[in-house]
């Protein structure tokens, strides 16, 4: 009796680490994930949300040249996710880098309400602090930012850079427009390569810029979404307009503003769209749903950002890359590296939980798969080629 009760234990226990490991903020195919875990550098192209937009009248003929209607964040979008991961917490002094020993269990974990993943570092909040934390999960690092104003909202943070970088700056987006960005910016310390505090407090700013080419007149521009990419940020509006922040004299400042309004080129009624870096480049997908429920996918789009022109580029192919984006994250991947069939966009259905696969060459959205079901692997590795 008492070994069937130990036995049983030990599966209940089994049972709960595999609902916690399927609770991760990490929102992509199991496969693609061990795959990962062997190739470090891949971790640095992950990319956190994904910002659900809904159309505030719906126009029958949308394209990114006309005057187009209002887009409003759905009620069901957010790009915070509350899931819990293992990872152990102590607490540590302001402004600086603390490694969590492998060997030390410690009682409660903070991990629970992520707000981006940037150049492979994650940026959660340890509750109920409103503080924020950038997390190295590779070196099991991590370090305290300051204090954060609670009556701010944040929709996502990123970095500008890697934090190799001696530049590297955190910008977080808060979803309005007063403040409508807040920066900090990480300094080495002169005698060593951990973190120091140069200020105490986040800097904050408004956002006087105006909404071109949509309907209502002077609509301050909201962003919920943004990317870091060399040194640089690019902050998407609501209203799918670009912006570019770089650092002036100490200083981050908006210096361009692309003249061109991004939406799907197709009439919809809600799309989710990501932003992504591959190769060095900036790329924008969009999941578009012409259907009343956003939770059907009828079409996808990709998109190249042309850097020195600040303009889209619609792509038809992705050559031997491949796209996977989940309900909270995205990435890029050279199919050969990780087994997956090349020119196509993975993504999951918020429904069914399953991973379907958009094929670029054919554009037809192939039978999909669910990880809960053991032939999924092996389903995963007839499709490559």
Known sequence: MALKTKNKKKQQCSGNTQVEKSKSWLD????????????PNLHKNISFGGIIKSWRTISKHCNSHS??????????????HKYSTQTSFSYMPLGCWCRHYLFRKLPRYPWKHYVGCSNAILIAEVEPLHMYHL??????????????DP??????????????????????LTGISQPAFAFYKLKRSNTNSSWITPEPRWTMQDCTLTEPLVRQKHQAMEFANAIGVRGKFYALSVQGSLVV??????????????????VP?????????????SEGEVLLVFLISRKSSMHSVDGIEIYQLNLARLSWLKLGTLGERAVFVGSNCSVSVL???????????????????????????????????????????????????
């Not at 209002?70 to 957010?78: D, E, G, I, R, V």
């Not at 080129?265 to 870096?277: A, G, M, P, T």
């Not at 966009?345 to 079901?373: K, P």
């Open 151 to 172: 009556k701010v909202p944040v929709k996502l943070a990123v970095l500008s850079s890697p934090p190799e970088d001696p530049n590297c700056t955190v910008m977080v």
């Open 245 to 262: 922040i770089e650092d002036l004299d100490s200083v981050p400042k908006v210096t361009e503003i692309s003249a061109t309004r991004l």
């Open 67 to 80: 005057n187009l209607p209002w887009l409003q964040l759905s009620n069901h979008a957010t790009n915070t």
């Open 28 to 39: 992509l195919p199991n496969q693609l994930v061990n795959t990962k875990e062997g190739q």
């Open 335 to 385: 199919a050969s590296e990780v087994g997956c069939r090349r020119n196509c966009i993975y993504f999951r259905h918020s429904v069914t939980h399953e991973w379907c696969v958009y094929d670029m060459e054919s554009s037809n959205i192939l039978q999909g798969w669910n990880e809960a079901n053991p032939t999924s692997a092996i389903w995963f590795q007839q499709i490559q080629g």
């Open 135 to 148: 997390w190295n999960p590779r070196h099991r690092e991590m370090f305290r930012l300051p204090l954060w």
């Open 265 to 277: 080129s197709v009439s919809s009624n809600h799309f989710r769209e990501y932003l992504l870096e």
